[in-house]
């Protein structure tokens, strides 16, 4: 196994274990992929179906081709499919983070989107957060709801069932993983005291173009 697809592989376990301890998983409930290529073929390395994530070594993570054949001394996660089409519908996607949080499955359970009660909703790409329509897990039609409801956006609830989320690497996919189950549980408890203020689509849009340039930028030369 070359080097850097074995730093890969130990990567995607380490942050696959850091999901518990960051409130996004329990037990084996969820998946981790990170985009890649391996002996010439493009693909991305999952996480294997149905294993605890501590007990998990470089060898069981599963490599899968595009046309949904694996590589590997394991089955794939049963949700390949949707890590699979948004791999090739989203060039920029480097990882995909999938889990059952408490707060964004609550919200799934009751199919609600997430408006912008907060301006933090634009950093998933727009006004809102949308929840996809309920479909079977694992089933190209889930795949399908999560490809509509992530469309211009970086993440989406699934409908009586979790969130879902695309970075451009794994620490980027945790770190928004854990940022759109906050935002779930500020929507949440929002919500116990009445409806909350939704920001108007005048304001959203400011907050978008600033969240354009916002953070680190590369030096102009």
């Not at 090739?88 to 983070?97: K, S």
């Not at 939704?198 to 907050?207: F, G, I, K, P, R």
Request: proline share 5%; glycine share 10%; hydrophobic share 40%.
């Amino acid at each position: 196994m070359p080097d850097e697809t074995l730093t890969l592989r130990q990567q995607l376990i380490e942050t696959a274990r850091r999901m518990a301890p960051c409130g996004l998983n329990r037990g084996t409930a969820g998946n981790l992929s990170a985009r890649v290529s391996e002996n010439g073929a493009d693909g991305f390395l999952i996480t294997p179906t149905g294993m605890a994530y501590e007990a998990l070594t470089p060898d069981d993570i599963v490599f899968m081709h595009l046309d949904g054949s694996f590589d590997g001394l394991r089955k794939p996660s049963s949700e390949w499919r949707f890590h699979r089409d948004i791999y090739a519908q989203r060039p920029e996607a480097g990882a995909i983070l999938h889990a059952h949080s408490p707060f964004a499955t609550t919200l799934a359970c009751l199919r609600r989107d997430i408006p912008a009660f907060h301006y933090m909703i634009a950093r998933f790409g727009g006004d809102s957060l949308r929840c996809a329509d309920y479909a079977t897990f694992g089933t190209q039609a889930l795949s399908d709801a999560a490809l509509v409801a992530l469309t211009g956006r970086s993440g989406c609830l699934l409908g009586n069932h979790g969130m879902l989320v695309l970075g451009k690497d794994l620490p980027q996919a945790l770190a928004l993983g854990v940022e759109l189950e906050e935002l779930c549980e500020q929507y949440w408890r929002a919500c116990q005291l009445g409806a909350p203020v939704v920001l108007d689509a005048t304001e959203m849009a400011v907050v978008l173009d600033k969240f354009s340039t916002y953070g680190q930028q590369e030096a102009s030369r």
